[in-house]
T-cell receptor, first 113, second 109 residues
Framework: NAGVTQTPKFRVLKTGQSMTLLCAQD?????MYWYRQDPGMGLRLIHY???????AKGEVPDGYNVSRLKKQNFLLGLESAAPSQTSVYFC????????????FGDGTRLSIL | GQNIDQPTEMTATEGAIVQINCTYQ??????LFWYQQHAGEAPTFLSY??LDGLEEKGRFSSFLSRSKGYSYLLLKELQMKDSASYLC??????????WGAGTKLIIKP
C-alpha cells in the first residue's frame, strides 16, 4: 500500500553539486510528474512522462533532467545545483489525464547552500 | 497567461461552514481539482468538477461555473483536522494542471 515513494526526504547540497531524486510508484500508472513547491506559489511542473521511455518538459525545466527507464520509476537530476533550486520537490503519478487524479509522494526537501 | 486566484488565508470556527473561492483564467479547460495539503505533507485529492454545478462528498462540496471561471470548495461541520491548505488546480488544453498558490485554512476552537 505504498503508493508513491520519494527518496531522499531531506537533503542539503552545496552550490555546484549534483544529485538525483528518486520516485517510485506501485500503482502501475502510466503518467508521472515532477513538481516544485515554493512559498507563496502554486506547484510548478518541471518535467513529466506519459509512459516508460518518454519524458517531456513542463513549465520550469531549466537546470533539471529526468529519466523514465522503468514504468515504476521517475528520476529527477540536478546536474549543477544552484540556490534558486532550494525547494520542496513532489513526485506524482496518475493513470491518465482528465478525471484521473494525481497521487503525490511525501516530498523531498532540498536546500542548496 | 494562465492564472489561478484563491485567498491566501482564511480563519473559521470549529463546527462552522467555510467557503474557499477559486477563480481561473486558463488556455482551455478540462476540469478543476481541489486538493488538501496538511503542513509538511503531500497534497491529497478531494474533488473534481468538469461540468457546471455542485458535487457533494460528505462534509465537502465543490461548485463550478465555467462561464464565470469560478469554483468554490465548501466545508461543513468544520473539525480541527481540517486545518490545512486547500489547493485549486485547473487542467488546461494540454491536460496539464495549473495550480493556485493555495488557501491556508485555520480552524479555531
Amino acid at each position: 500500500n505504498a503508493g508513491v515513494t520519494q527518496t531522499p526526504k531531506f537533503r542539503v547540497l552545496k552550490t555546484g553539486q549534483s544529485m538525483t531524486l528518486l520516485c517510485a510508484q506501485d500503482m502501475n500508472h502510466e503518467y508521472m510528474y515532477w513538481y516544485r513547491q515554493d512559498p507563496g506559489m502554486g506547484l510548478r511542473l518541471i518535467h513529466y512522462s506519459v509512459g516508460e521511455g518518454t519524458t517531456a518538459k513542463g513549465e520550469v525545466p531549466d537546470g533539471y533532467n529526468v529519466s523514465r527507464l522503468k514504468k515504476q520509476n521517475f528520476l529527477l537530476g540536478l546536474e549543477s545545483a544552484a540556490p534558486s533550486q532550494t525547494s520542496v520537490y513532489f513526485c506524482a503519478s496518475s493513470s491518465g489525464t482528465g478525471f484521473q487524479p494525481q497521487h503525490f509522494g511525501d516530498g523531498t526537501r532540498l536546500s542548496i547552500l | 497567461g494562465q492564472n489561478i486566484d484563491q485567498p491566501t488565508e482564511m480563519t473559521a470556527t470549529e463546527g462552522a461552514i467555510v467557503q474557499i473561492n477559486c477563480t481561473y483564467q486558463t488556455s482551455g479547460f478540462n476540469g478543476l481539482f481541489w486538493y488538501q495539503q496538511h503542513a509538511g505533507e503531500a497534497p491529497t485529492f478531494l474533488s473534481y468538477n468538469v461540468l457546471d454545478g455542485l458535487e457533494e462528498k460528505g462534509r465537502f462540496s465543490s461548485f463550478l461555473s465555467r462561464s464565470k471561471g469560478y469554483s468554490y470548495l465548501l466545508l461543513k461541520e468544520l473539525q480541527m483536522k481540517d486545518s490545512a491548505s486547500y489547493l485549486c488546480a485547473v487542467m488546461d488544453s494540454n491536460y496539464q494542471l495549473i495550480w493556485g498558490a493555495g488557501t491556508k485554512l485555520i480552524i479555531k476552537p
